[in-house]
């Protein structure tokens, strides 16, 4: 039997370059695509070349909403891995945003951050 692979992730934000710029520059990450999207929003896919995570803006105005944590089908993060955690820290905070919850178990090390829409990111970095 095949096993599954995560292509994408789609999400809403209020800015969809404003958002792919910021995960360009935390994880090296590259635009994909580009493009007008349902309800006449604009949508803009940035990532590797093997996942990305579709970033959703509908025309008009968006509105945030309760804990993603205490709605059924909300998200509660976005988790990357990474090869150097202390670098990508460094950028965290340099772009603004505050690392939190850090913890070192098995299998890795990570911590947690909220950018700009209040979008939580998990970034991991795995024991070898």
Not at 13 to 39: E, H
Request: charged share 25%.
């Amino acid at each position: 039997m095949n096993s599954a692979i995560l292509e994408h992730v789609n999400v809403t934000v209020s800015d969809p370059a404003k958002t792919a710029d910021m995960l360009c520059d935390l994880f090296n990450w590259q635009i994909r695509w580009s493009g007008d999207s349902i309800n006449g929003g604009k949508t803009i896919h940035v990532g590797s070349s093997g996942s990305y995570v579709a970033l959703y803006s509908p025309e008009g105005e968006t509105n945030a909403t309760d804990s993603s944590y205490e709605r059924l089908g909300g998200l509660n993060h976005i988790a990357v891995v990474v090869k150097d955690l202390n670098s990508i820290e460094a950028l965290v905070k340099t772009a603004g945003f505050t690392p939190v919850n850090h913890a070192d178990y098995e299998p890795g090390r990570r911590f947690y951050f909220r950018d700009h829409d209040n979008i939580e990111y998990e970034v991991v970095e795995y024991d070898d």
